[in-house]
């Protein structure tokens, strides 16, 4: 009988222990999985595919999407594909849609881009702009009725990589509030300027909120309850660090006022001009049954016009030396310029992989498993 109660006390113990240890694994948080970008790029690629979108547009965004990734910018990577998928399926947004040049005039070119995929309608105004650019030295092309086209620096370095400095802004869904008020009329409106040369050059791409609603997203995706502060406000307009209140809440302009100008700014340099959807008329690529309607501008600048290339990248380098030598503040080991993190990210990245969040891996093998798209092998 002793034996027996014995016996039996074990097996409970045991139990108790299996059942804690099933209990901490289940809560600890599910790891990222690391997939090499080429393969996450073929892999976004099929999923688009199976929605109907041509072969040449499903490259098209999953490079873009792969390469926000790649460089560390995973609010616009492949967490957004299922939005994406979603606009496809709902109608909301036409994958057959290439749109259309409505006027060209000097160095100016208005372009409709008829509800199309935003990455394929970018990739056709940064091909104007360029264009454009080596005729008049100078070009700006604004397209309206276009879409959500991931991350701005990808478009202002297909400019860059032509030799011009480009310069690409979009409007976007109103989750914003001007300064000092508390209801949505802008988006987080990127500004994004890219110039061209190697070490020297420099890539500044950034939200005109504290971060882009995607860093926020992106926790809710992965399961993080908090945010930093300054990072969003609640409804009534006070900052909040919780990642659900947030959400229903407002993203914070940058810095205050400045960074509500410079929403207006861009607003009025895309949307206004344009003559496309303004502030509370854009829809957004997590709404349904409503197209999202943003306008983007690319401006391209051929250097070559105002000083002779080697003498621009001359004084870039001087440039960019003398603010890399500025001695770091306390707490820091260096001063970086813009594009620094990102490039030494996507170097990290190139030869560790890409880390994709728990919550983004699963959306994407959900989607693959609904649309029958095999899901490549992962660490
Ligand atoms: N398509 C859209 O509708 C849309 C809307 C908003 C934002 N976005 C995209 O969201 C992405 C993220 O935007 P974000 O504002 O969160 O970016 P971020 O705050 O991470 O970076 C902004 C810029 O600051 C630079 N930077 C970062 N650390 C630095 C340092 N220590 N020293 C010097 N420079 C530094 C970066 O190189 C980058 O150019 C961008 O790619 C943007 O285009 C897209």
Redesign the pocket.
């Known amino acids: 009988m002793a034996e027996y109660t014995r016996c039996t006390t074990a097996i409970f113990q045991l139990a108790r222990i299996v059942i804690s240890f099933h209990k901490l694994m289940s809560s600890m948080p599910n790891p990222d999985v690391l997939i090499p970008a080429v393969d996450l790029a073929a892999f976004a690629a099929s999923l688009l595919d199976a929605v109907g979108v041509s072969p040449a547009k499903s490259k098209l965004v999953a490079e873009s999407l792969a390469a926000?990734n790649l460089r560390g910018?995973d609010?616009?990577g492949v967490q957004l594909l299922p939005y994406y998928i979603e606009q496809l399926e709902w109608g909301d947004m036409d994958a057959r849609a290439d749109g259309c040049v409505v006027s060209e005039n000097g160095a100016c070119l208005l372009y409709d881009g008829q509800n199309g995929i935003g990455q394929a309608v970018a990739e056709i105004c940064c091909r104007h702009a360029v264009r454009i650019a080596r005729n008049h030295g100078l070009s700006m092309v604004v397209a309206r009725d276009s879409n959500?086209?991931?991350?701005?620096?990808f478009w202002a370095q297909k400019i860059s990589a032509a030799g011009h400095i480009g310069i690409v802004m979009?409007n976007?869904s109103p989750i914003v509030p001007p300064w000092q008020g508390r209801e949505p009329r802008v988006?987080?409106n990127?500004i994004?300027m890219s110039v061209p040369g190697g070490e020297k050059a420099w890539?500044?791409?950034?939200?005109t909120t504290t971060?882009?609603a995607?860093?926020i997203f992106k926790a809710l995706i992965n399961g993080q309850p908090s945010i930093p502060s300054g990072w969003a406000m609640d409804s009534e307009g006070l900052p909040t660090t919780d990642t659900q209140t947030a959400l229903k809440g407002l993203l914070m302009p940058l810095g205050g006022y400045k960074g509500s100008g410079l929403a207006l700014m861009v607003e009025i340099l895309c949307a206004v001009l344009s003559g496309g959807a303004m502030s509370t008329e854009l829809g957004g690529i997590r709404i349904r049954g409503k197209q999202v309607r943003v306008s983007q501008t690319f401006i391209s600048i051929d250097i070559a016009r105002f000083l002779p290339l080697d003498e621009f990248h001359a004084r870039m380098g001087q440039l960019i030396g003398s603010i890399k030598s500025t001695a770091p503040a306390k707490g820091y080991d260096e001063v970086?310029?813009?594009?620094?993190?990102?490039w030494r990210m996507e170097q990290e990245r190139r030869e560790a992989g890409v880390p994709v969040g728990p919550g983004t891996w699963k959306a994407l093998c959900e989607a693959a498993d609904r649309l029958s798209v095999i899901v490549p092998s992962v660490a």
Do not use: I, N, Q, Y
């Open positions: 926000a910018v609010s616009h959500h086209f991931g991350a701005t620096a979009c976007a988006g987080t990127p994004c890539l500044l791409d950034m939200a971060v882009a995607g860093r970086l310029v813009a594009g620094e993190p990102e």
